[in-house]
């Protein structure tokens, strides 16, 4: 029965035609693949793969270069909203957006977000929140919630002693140069589809010159956070959207 | 009424075994196969093929873009 209907002409859904075929290195279930896919079709569907520069970060998707066939540059770890005010200013007409954790986001890189935003630098901002390093084995990052253990606060994030978990996006809508900031997931496939279609909005910003742009998605490191990848999505509707409230911050 | 049907087609040897796939799909027709792949992976297939509508859910979720998504009108 399945045979015919397993034929070209029925086919609805395959991954992008941007995502290479190589095997990415994320732990099974990662959310960075998901967020990748959904920027790969976005960039199809706007026929900007030949007008796309990338600023990738330093955390675990480093080799984001390696998996959405586009142009990219490889930041310091922090200073992709950096490379990207370059790479705008030089190239007006071309999409421009980073991919930044929020270890490099927030902690390592909160001055260049910071003043990138503050600008008003016409750039998209990708932005994945999973509240640990996950690359250098789930550290506690600037956004790690209250309570919630990692590796260098193994009894839970203490604020007295650590500060409290920073809504960074909330702070970014603050500033004059946003004029879009939001807070998506990709925990269903439901949630996947809103999340594209914030990147399509993020995007053709940057292409309006309208100002920044960032999305943040609330993300899950099942790896880090040592759980199940299904798992780690129930943790995420539990512990995280309380705190990381989905849905627009700003839309100017 | 016409009948929709579905039907996927998973990557096999790309597949890591999340099982995210299996959590969305709406209608359970996808498991973890008993055997794995040359990564070591118990892979996803189509366990109850015959309940399976094409609403892509599996494939929205899948990280790494394993799943292709078939479907027609009977
Ligand atoms: C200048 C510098 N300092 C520190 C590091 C070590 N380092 C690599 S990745 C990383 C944190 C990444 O965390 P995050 O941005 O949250 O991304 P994730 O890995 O969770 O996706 C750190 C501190 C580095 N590579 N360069
Ligand atoms: S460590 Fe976490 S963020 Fe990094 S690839 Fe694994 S699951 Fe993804
Ligand atoms: S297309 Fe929909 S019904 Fe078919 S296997 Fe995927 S999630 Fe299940």
């Excluded at chain 1, 490379?83 to 001055?111: C, E, N, W």
Aim: charged share 20%; with cysteine.
């Amino acid at each position: 029965m399945n045979n015919n209907i397993i034929a070209p002409e029925n086919l609805v859904y395959q991954k992008s035609s941007l995502v290479k075929d190589n095997v990415m290195h994320y732990c099974p279930g990662c959310n960075h693949g998901t967020v990748h896919r959904m920027i790969a079709e976005v960039i199809e569907e706007m026929g900007m793969q030949d007008n796309t520069l990338c600023a990738c970060p330093v955390g675990c998707a480093v080799f984001l270069y390696k998996y959405i066939d586009v142009d990219t540059v490889e930041s310091a770890h922090g200073r992709a909203p950096a490379i990207a005010t370059a790479m705008k200013r030089l190239h007006p007409d071309k999409l421009v957006f980073t991919y930044q954790g929020d270890g490099d986001l927030s902690a390592i890189g909160a001055g260049e977000t910071l003043h990138a935003c503050n600008r008003g630098e016409n750039i998209a901002i990708i932005f994945i929140n999973n509240a640990i390093y996950g690359m250098t084995g789930g550290q506690m990052s600037p956004s790690t919630l209250e309570g919630m253990k990692t590796s260098t606060c193994p009894y839970g994030r203490d604020v007295a002693l650590n500060g409290y978990p920073m809504k960074i996006a909330n702070v970014l809508a603050e500033l004059e140069g946003t004029c879009y900031v939001t807070r998506q997931s990709v925990h269903t496939a439901a949630a996947v589809r809103k999340t594209k279609k914030a990147i399509r909005k993020a995007f053709e910003n940057s292409m309006a010159g309208k100002g920044t742009s960032i999305v943040e998605i609330v993300a899950a490191c099942n790896a880090g956070w040592k759980m199940s990848p299904h798992e780690a999505h129930l943790w995420l509707e539990e512990n995280m959207f309380p705190f990381y409230q989905l849905g627009d911050i700003k839309d100017k | 009424m016409a009948k929709v049907k579905g039907a996927v087609e998973v990557d096999v040897n790309r597949c890591k075994g999340c099982e995210l796939c299996v959590f969305a799909c709406p209608s359970k027709v996808l498991a973890l196969s008993q055997s794995v792949n040359d990564k070591g992976y118990a892979y996803a297939y189509m366990k109850q093929p015959e309940l399976c509508i094409g609403c892509a859910s599996c494939a929205y979720m899948c990280p790494d873009g394993c799943i292709k998504v078939y479907k027609i009108k009977e």
